[in-house]
T-cell receptor, first 114, second 113 residues
Framework: GAVVSQHPSWVICKSGTSVKIECRSLDFQATTMFWYRQFPKQSLMLMATSNEGSKATYEQGVEKDKFLINHASLTLSTLTVTSAHPEDSSFYIC??????????FGPGTRLTVL | QQQVKQSPQSLIVQKGGISIINCAYENTAFDYFPWYQQFPGKGPALLIAIRPDVSEKKEGRFTISFNKSAKQFSLHIMDSQPGDSATYFCAARQRTGGFKTIFGAGTRLFVKA
């Protein structure tokens, strides 16, 4: 089946630094990828929709200058958390749309900001 | 504004029993309703999904019941097993809304052996 990978699976960084998270569709091309954030014991909240070759569309309340999204190819989208702070510590999950209603979620990236 | 409401928040079921999780939605433009299973530290995995023109869909031990007029849908897990212990999310999607997935709050299921 189709697989979506994320790298790294977990990362610890110091406050004020930037962190890049990669989301790859391994065996299919994804014209659309989505980024979610999930705090402990909470639901997944959509952050942004990423379309290949165009600017990402951010959900209301998500700072686009803080969460930079780049979708440079049909198999790769990146999320960069800039000037990370402890409140950005969360589980970040991407999903990639294969087509129609078919989407696959990645395994997630645990970010801890000290 | 919570577009998809899910209950209960947590559920304890005996092994072999039936687990039932309920969801309700407001936006009648939603046209796809998936259920996801998530284990701790993992991404969600699709269990089963339904479209609003179908009232029930069954796949193995998992059944979705859909009531379009009431804007409600539910997941039934038959013969629940300890391995089913996980968090379950109902969700809704709208094709004309960019295929964004809106998740319910989640239900933590624990199946007692």
């Amino acid at each position: 089946g189709a697989v979506v990978s994320q790298h790294p699976s977990w990362v610890i960084c110091k406050s004020g630094t930037s962190v890049k998270i990669e989301c790859r569709s391994l065996d299919f091309q994804a014209t659309t990828m989505f980024w979610y954030r999930q705090f402990p014991k909470q639901s997944l909240m959509l952050m942004a929709t990423s379309n290949e070759g165009s600017k990402a569309t951010y959900e209301q309340g998500v700072e686009k200058d803080k969460f930079l999204i780049n979708h440079a190819s049909l198999t790769l989208s990146t999320l960069t958390v800039t000037s990370a702070h402890p409140e950005d510590s969360s589980f970040y999950i991407c999903s990639a749309r294969l087509g129609g209603d078919t989407q696959y979620f990645g395994p997630g990236t645990r970010l801890t900001v000290l | 504004q919570q577009q998809v409401k899910q209950s209960p928040q947590s559920l304890i079921v005996q092994k072999g029993g039936i687990s039932i999780i309920n969801c309700a939605y407001e936006n009648t433009a939603f046209d796809y309703f998936p259920w996801y299973q998530q284990f701790p530290g993992k991404g969600p995995a699709l269990l089963i999904a339904i479209r609003p023109d179908v009232s029930e869909k069954k796949e193995g031990r998992f059944t979705i019941s859909f009531n379009k007029s009431a804007k409600q849908f539910s997941l039934h897990i038959m013969d629940s097993q300890p391995g089913d212990s996980a968090t379950y999310f109902c969700a809704a999607r709208q094709r004309t809304g960019g295929f964004k997935t809106i998740f319910g709050a989640g239900t933590r299921l624990f199946v007692k052996a």
